[in-house]
């Protein structure tokens, strides 16, 4: 199929748009460039405009509009993601939003297997970090997502990956990013540890537009309201004070608690595409957003430094309260945070003075009902043919349920 996607990345000094062309004849490419941090707001539509019209196609040809959402400047992103959104509204066209970081992994040819350590310098002596790794069947995968890190603790990170299994013992660890360049003590720290040390990698605009075309093809395209910065640092500067109570990149991700809060529109983009990795019958943007709009639903995300790694999405009824969705993060599961996420849930069940918790679940979904009946769930029945299959097939639905009462002293 044909498609034209506009991508803009904007999240270091350097301005890059590209224009990804999909043809019968193949893939082309048509860049732009400018380097300075405070053009970006004053470039980047003229720099579009004259994108297109040096590629001989008219604005309304595009097919998507893809952004580098971060993590990285802040000003860079929010320009991105306005500029992404207000040609997306105008053109009515979907919104591709992709990890800077990942885009940074994506520049090299990568090698099956390898897990991909990108350290991107984040200033202020901190880096951003994500690990990605490759396979032909399925592209990228997400084995750690963007965190903040002193740049001391880079390879104490990666071996606390190790430890918890999110990296394989034996997985070829390659690290990559502009972090090598920034800070000369990290490649020999890297090698000392008996891994690979990459290329200076920076994210770059053909490389968010090969990420976005794979994106369009998965139907990963969003509406251009919920297009979001990737912000992983919540604030630019921090008091002496702030930083010896542990807030801010130092000590930064190997030490934050994880927290949950009220599911926002602009958490939608990420709990989506958990969402689509984990289900294989999704929810779909519309349903979320109304789900937020409902007063009788409660939606909850959990999150560790700004970065969603799941979600519950409850409704409630006269006596009881249902669990319509809970999700994990593949590369975060195992790790309790569905368990957490039950709790939250029952203790806004109790708050509204309800009795009551039930749930379905696919009867194949070993895992799942192994976790409620450890939390004291009690299997009621079974729905039958309830959940589709493919190729016309159905699945029967467990019907579970919890007395809050029987869990008043958990």
Known sequence: MDAHILALETSSNLCELTLLSRTQAGISLVELSHEGTGDHAERLLPMAEQLLEQAGL??????AIAFGQGPGGFTGLRVACGVAQGMAFALDLPVLPVSSLLAAAACGTPVEGTAYVVAQDARMQEVYAAVYCWAAEKSWSVLQSPVLLDAAQVTTWIARLQAEGLIAEQQPIQVVGDAL?????????????????????????????????????????????LAMPLYVREKVAYTIQEREQGLGGNPAALDQPLQIEAMQAGHVSAVLDIERRVESHPWTAGNFTDALGNSAYCSRIIHKQGQVQGYAVWLQAPDMIELLLIGVAPEQQRRGLAWQLL?????????????????????????????????????????????????GLREDAVLMSLNLASRAGA
Not at 58 to 63: E, G, K
Request: glycine share 10%.
């Open 343 to 391: 709790d939250d849930g029952l203790q806004w069940a109790r708050q509204h003075q309800l009795e009551r918790v039930v749930l379905e679940v696919r009867a194949s979904n070993a895992p799942a009902i192994g976790l409620y009946q450890k939390y004291g769930f009690k299997a009621d029945g079974l729905r039958k043919n309830y959940y589709p299959l493919g190729d």
């Open 181 to 225: 360049e920034q800070f000369p003590d990290l490649a020999p720290a890297v090698l000392a540890q008996g891994w690979e040390v990459g290329q200076a990698w920076r994210a770059t605009g053909a490389s968010v537009a090969h990420l976005a075309l794979h994106d369009l093809d998965e139907g990963r395209g969003i509406s251009p309201d």
């Open 58 to 63: 008219d604005r309304h040809a595009l097919t």
